[in-house]
């Protein structure tokens, strides 16, 4: 079993910054890519970073620039630093990690709980 928690989320002024940290445990065996997903009031579920294990990244075109995804590999945790936020970033955003268990050697998408991310005008 695998565990992904949120945290950094909260309430920011247009032009501010944050930064979200998502750490994995439980019986981890590897990961492999991880990332976040945000998800506006209203709106789908929208792809906003991505990065490999070896640190390739991948932005959604409304955050590049503004956004960087890294990772520790050694503390098994993703993290989103969100620089210049406007109000259109308001959504929950939620981690996730391609992760193979020790159980069995299957790649499963786990997910955290989701950290609410406001910015104000």
């Known amino acids: 079993q695998v565990q992904l928690v949120e945290s950094g989320g909260g309430l920011v002024q247009a032009g501010g910054s944050l930064r979200l940290s998502c750490a994995a445990s439980?019986?981890?065996?590897?990961?492999?890519?991880m990332g976040w997903y945000r998800q506006a009031p209203g709106k789908q579920r929208e792809l906003v970073a991505t990065?490999?294990?070896?640190?390739?990244?991948n932005y959604a075109d409304s955050v590049k620039g503004r956004f960087t995804i890294s990772r520790d590999n050694a503390k098994n945790t993703v993290y989103l630093q969100m620089n210049s936020l406007k109000p259109e970033d308001t959504a929950v955003y939620y981690c996730?990690?391609?992760?193979?268990?020790?159980?069995?050697?299957?790649?499963?998408?786990?997910w955290g709980q989701g950290t609410q991310v406001t910015v104000s005008s």
């Open positions: 439980g019986s981890i065996f590897t990961i492999n890519a």
């Open positions: 990065i490999t294990s070896g640190g390739s990244t």
């Open positions: 996730y990690a391609n992760a193979v268990p020790r159980v069995e050697p299957y790649e499963y998408r786990y």
